[in-house]
């Protein structure tokens, strides 16, 4: 048992390694071959390596496309059944209905194979609810995919010259499969000559075979097959004369002989690459002018015989040729050889054969009724050589040679160039033959002539002129003249047309000359994108040249190089005219189609667009004292271009209205100043006016009459002293009224600034007080309230301070002072006699004299009058306060106001009346 | 030179023996390519003008090659071609009609192949193996043989009730004694002089059968002669 065991394990070991080399799972593959060792492994297993069972076949190519079967057979290890058995392709189960059981122990499976198709397949069994897998796996083969070979096509071989004979090489190109080769595929090629039989291998689509002699003359057949592990295909058998194989070196010492008779052709010649014994040659002959390679290809037909010379014809003269050659077998088998390398040579010259062409350019002068005429031309067309000189006449005159330097002209160019011969006066009123020959080292060309007629026998110009551009190319389209001319100078019809075409950026000039049939044709020459041409249709009659029609064009319009240069002509407070000048035409690049006008301010951006004639705007509605951005932006049609932003602001004013505010301002300075003095003349007559003089009480009869005086001091101090110091106080400054609240305390006239206010009209005096009114209300407030539309007058002979703002006396005495309050119920205006009764019935505690509220000081007439009444009033005053202000000391310790200051912030001194600054005594 | 023909002597017995076996061999394998010969066209024209250029060409070749064979030679080469050989075969197309004088022709393609064929064998141990006189060499009998074959194909188509026979009609194709250098530069210079002998009157030969039989009668017509 042991001896069997290690068998087992030697041969499974063997299995394994030989699996896993082929790119199995290590399983150990055990199949038929060994029963022996089957049947030893029963119920042993090799960790997890089991031998439950075989895939046949192994490893197994299969073709894509195609069905594919393998079959599973069971060892009795497994201790399975068919019906246990399932398959994957890799991680995927196979359906049941691809099995095929075939006995207890075997299933087969078919698939079909795809590129898709995993190329992993395997056979798995269900395994016992007891074990630990439920699902084993029997066996894995990996299938190779891949498809058999395709047939090569199109198979064609060649054989090339090597030194003087064929290569003994045969070289075959063919298309091979297009299908992925995902197997090893050969390639070989075979060559079969009746003698010999040669196979090589051979890349994908090349290959060749060696003969060692090339088989000239001899039937040959070649093919190709493919193989792989699939099968084998062989391409279709090229069966072909190995002489058809050839291709030749180009024909050798290709040579190229000019000759001086003989202006229009040359003869090439060459030798055969090869003896003719080998291939039998045709040959190939292509030429060109040198530059322009545009080759021109000699007939077939004239160089299929097998020579070493050609001559070639109807060349032009003073053209240098370019010339190559090529051969291939003389019946058109095999292959072209290559072109031979490039033979240059010239052709001899010969004499002009067409006209030079002659055009005059009429310069406008400064000289009244004279033009200048400037004679140009260019070289004939077929020059046939250099043109050395020109020979001019102008009118009667004689032939003039005009020498031509090498440098200014090589006819070998390909563009003919402008020489301007004359340059002559002309008067208006002169017509003029000017005729010219060119001529070279052969000989003359033909008479070229040009009529330069009067001005007023000018024909006319045609009828219209357009442009257009089509496939890079500047056309211009005109209509024929309408021509009813008899009896003219010229022949009525037209020649021919002459197109000329002036840039306007630096000046240059050409022309072409189109034929009479023609109405629209391209400029030539080499025009330049976005520069301005005009371009002049001359109708020319029998060589009278008429009237021009002149449009101007563009090969490709492109957006302006530069923007106009903008400036701010005028501004004001709410516009500003702005200009610009045009760009300059070689700047336009393109037809200007409109300007805009860009402005901003704050932040904001307008436009305005104006038509391409205008070079000025006035921009209106623009805000006063504003700053702005302004741009000018000229378009094309293909594209635009702003000028550089400008910046200004708009006036504050408009102009003139500083001078309307400045002469205003002087005029009222001068109506004050004038008003002013005289006020100041007229001071005592508008005083007059205003305060019409008032009688003097004091100085009445009846003041100054006193028949006794005793009486006069016995009048009530209360009064007297009251309507004295009131006075003082309304017309002088607050100190007065702290003298006089000192002087009023011991009266105790509690109200006397109510009432002294409100004394006045009620809310139209200017003395009048709201508080009045409160204070009234206390009195009577219904009663103040419903009269509130009546005047009220009244009038408080003594009352406490307002409100307290002024301090009432303290009664001294135990007897309290009541005040006396007259109200007056009438409702009549106030005149001004009124409201200074002087009536003795009347309770007028003070006058309002308007005398009183003048500064004192003032000198008018009634000054001295005034200062006798203060000084008559303050000696009352002082009377009265030395006597009837017993507290004064303890007020101003009590009440340290400021009102009991000097208007400097100083204590006031002692107390005394001063004169009052202000009319009105404001309230403490 | 000697030295090494003495010192070579009893190889050559050897290798001689073995040549022998490998022309033997040649033979039968032409022999058996003939016997199978696929002749693809059946015209006329085509495959004469063919023969004839292949010929033309053989011929021009084999001036060239007499040329180099003599220069290879050393001094005393034009001596050398001027001397009498018995085994070369004679050069000279015979026959009385078409069909004869093609058959001759085909006779002298193959006859003369193993002697082209030695005279190869015994430059390749005289000359260096750069030597172009052995690759024109090669290159005679190469398309000697395709000319061969050409001639067969031709015959049958234009005598196919006409056997061809397997042995050549005349010249020797028998082993040849051994020689040495002075003998094989004699040989081969006698060779390749009737070698372009024989392809100058297989030009002009093609050139009168193919007048004579592609002229004017048609393939069905020359059958009907033969």
């Known amino acids: 048992m042991i001896v069997s065991f290690v068998l087992t394990l030697v041969i499974c070991f063997k299995i394994t390694m030989k699996t896993t080399t082929d790119g199995l799972f290590p399983l150990c593959k055990i199949d038929r071959a060994f029963p022996s060792s089957i049947d030893l492994i029963h119920g042993f297993s090799l960790g997890s390596i089991a031998t439950y069972g075989t895939i046949i076949p192994q490893s197994p190519l299969v073709e894509i496309g195609k069905e594919f079967t393998a079959t599973c057979v069971l060892y009795k290890a497994a201790k399975a059944t068919a019906e246990d058995i399932f398959w994957m392709l890799k991680n995927v189960t196979v359906p049941k209905e691809q099995y095929t059981k075939i006995n207890d122990s075997a299933v087969s499976v078919t698939i079909t194979i795809t590129n898709e198709t995993a190329n992993w397949l395997f056979c798995k069994k269900k395994g016992s609810p007891s074990s630990l897998n439920l699902i084993q796996v029997i066996h894995g083969i990996i299938l190779t995919k891949g498809y058999p070979p395709e047939k090569p096509m199109n198979l064609s071989c060649m054989a090339v010259q090597s030194g003087r004979r064929i290569s003994s090489n045969v070289t075959c190109t063919w298309q091979p499969g297009t299908r992925d080769e995902r197997l090893k595929t050969t390639y070989t090629l075979f060559g079969n000559l009746i003698v010999s039989n040669k196979s090589s291998n051979a890349h994908r689509s090349s290959g060749y075979i060696d003969f060692g002699t090339f088989p000239s003359f001899m039937e040959l057949a070649m093919w190709v097959e493919v193989e792989n592990k699939l099968g084998k295909v062989r391409s279709d058998i090229l069966d072909i004369y190995a002489s058809d194989l050839v291709k030749t070196n180009p024909p050798s010492d290709v040579n190229i002989i000019s000759e001086n008779n003989f202006s229009r052709t040359i003869l090439v010649s060459w030798k055969h690459p090869i003896h003719v014994t080998y291939v039998t040659l045709k040959y190939n002959i292509r030429f060109c002018t040198v530059g322009s390679g545009e080759w021109t290809e000699v007939p077939p037909n004239d160089t299929e015989s097998y020579k070493e010379s050609f001559r070639l014809q109807y060349l032009k003269p003073d053209t240098e040729y370019v010339v190559q050659v090529r051969c291939m077998h003389h019946m058109g088998n095999g292959y072209w050889s290559d072109w031979s390398a490039n033979t240059t040579a010239r052709t001899p010259e010969d004499k002009p054969t067409s006209k030079p062409d002659l055009w005059r350019v009429v310069i406008p002068s400064q000289v009244k009724s004279e033009r200048r005429v400037q004679v140009m031309c260019k070289d004939p067309v077929e020059s046939n050589g250099r043109i050395r000189g020109y020979s001019i006449k102008i009118q009667d005159g004689n032939w003039e040679t005009v020498a031509v330097n090498d440098s200014d002209l090589d006819s070998r160019s390909q563009e003919r160039k402008i020489i301007p011969l004359y340059q002559i006066p002309w008067s208006d009123k002169r017509r003029g033959l000017i005729e010219l020959k060119a001529w070279n080292s052969v000989g003359e060309s033909p008479q070229a002539s040009l009529v330069i007629p009067k001005l007023t026998e000018e024909p006319p110009s045609v009828e219209s002129l357009s442009w257009f551009t089509q496939e890079g190319r500047l056309w211009v389209k005109w209509q024929p003249p309408n021509v009813i001319a008899t009896g003219e100078p010229y022949r009525s019809e037209v020649t021919e047309y002459v197109l000329e075409c002036v840039s306007v950026s630096d000046g240059a000039m050409d022309w072409q000359r189109e034929h009479r049939h023609t109405r629209t044709a391209a400029i030539k020459g080499n025009l330049q994108k976005f520069i301005r041409y005009n371009i002049s249709v001359y109708p020319m009659y029998s060589g009278w040249t008429g009237k021009p029609l002149t449009i101007a064009a563009f090969l490709e319009q492109g957006a302006p190089l530069e923007g106009p240069s903008v400036k701010v002509r005028r501004r004001g407070k709410n516009y500003a005219e702005l200009e610009w000048m045009e760009i300059p035409l070689d700047k336009q690049r393109g037809f200007i189609t409109n300007y805009t006008i860009f402005f901003i301010t704050g932040g904001k951006e307008h436009s305005i667009v104006v038509s391409t004639d205008t070079y000025s705007y006035t921009v209106k509605r623009m805000a006063s004292n504003s700053k702005y951005v302004v741009r000018v932006m000229a378009s094309t049609v293909q594209g635009s271009t702003n000028s550089s932003d400008l910046s200004f602001n708009t006036l504050m004013y408009t102009p003139g209205q500083i001078e309307v505010i400045v002469v205003s301002v002087c005029i009222s300075f001068l109506f004050s100043v004038v008003l002013t003095v005289l006020c100041i003349y007229k001071m005592d007559s508008i005083k007059k006016k205003i305060w019409p003089p008032v009688p003097d009480p004091s100085n009445s009869t009846i003041a100054k009459w006193s028949p006794d005086f005793p009486s006069k001091a016995d009048t009530p101090k209360e009064s007297a002293l009251g309507d004295v110091s009131i006075a003082e106080v309304d017309v002088f400054d607050r100190k007065s009224l702290c003298e006089e609240d000192k002087a009023g305390l011991p009266l105790k006239k509690d109200k006397y600034l109510s009432e002294e206010h409100s004394s006045g009209i009620g809310g139209s005096s200017c003395l009048s007080s709201p508080h009045q009114s409160v204070s009234d209300s206390d009195e009577g407030g219904d009663e103040g309230q419903t009269t509130a539309s009546t005047v009220q007058y009244s009038s408080v002979v003594a009352s406490c301070g307002y409100k307290g703002q002024t301090p009432c006396p303290l009664p001294q005495s135990g007897s309290s002072q009541m005040p006396s309050f007259a109200r007056s119920e009438s409702t009549q205006p106030l005149l001004d006699s009124e409201e200074h009764p002087e009536g003795p019935g009347s309770h007028q505690r003070y006058l309002r004299n308007p005398y009183f509220g003048r500064l004192p000081g003032r000198n008018d007439s009634h000054s001295g009058d005034l200062e006798d009444l203060n000084q008559m009033e303050m000696k009352k005053q002082g009377l009265a306060s030395r006597q009837f202000c017993p507290l004064e000391e303890d007020f101003q310790q009590t009440t340290p106001t400021e009102e009991c200051q000097s208007p400097d912030g100083q204590p006031g001194s002692d107390p005394s009346y001063m004169p009052q600054l202000s009319g009105y005594r404001p309230q403490c | ?226």
């Open chain 2, 1 to 226: 030179m000697s030295g090494h023909v003495k010192n070579m002597y009893p190889q050559l017995s050897i290798s001689q023996a073995a040549r022998t076996l490998l022309s033997l061999l040649l033979v039968a394998a032409i022999d058996s390519v003939n016997a199978g010969v696929a002749c693809r066209n059946q015209q006329c024209r085509s495959p004469i003008q063919r023969s004839s250029k292949l010929t033309r060409l053989i011929h021009m070749e084999s001036v060239d090659l007499l040329k180099i064979y003599k220069a290879s030679q050393g001094d005393m080469s034009e001596l050398f071609c001027q001397m009498p050989n018995d085994i070369v075969p004679d050069p000279n197309i015979s026959g009385l009609d078409p069909s004869e004088r093609m058959l001759s022709i085909y006779s002298h393609c193959k006859a003369f192949l193993p002697h082209l064929k030695r005279v190869t064998e015994q430059q390749r141990d005289l000359q260096p193996p750069s030597s172009p006189l052995l690759n024109n060499l090669t290159t005679a009998q190469y398309r000697t043989s395709g000319l061969a074959n050409q001639i067969n194909c031709i015959y049958q188509t234009l005598f196919p009730n006409l056997p061809i026979p397997l042995e050549p009609v005349d010249g020797r194709t028998s082993i040849y004694p051994s020689q040495n250098v002075f003998q094989q530069k004699v040989y081969g210079c006698v060779v390749l002089k009737n070698f372009k002998e024989l392809l100058s009157q297989i030009t002009h030969e093609l050139r009168t059968i193919k007048n004579q039989m592609c002229k004017s009668r048609t393939f069905a017509y020359t059958n009907a002669l033969f």
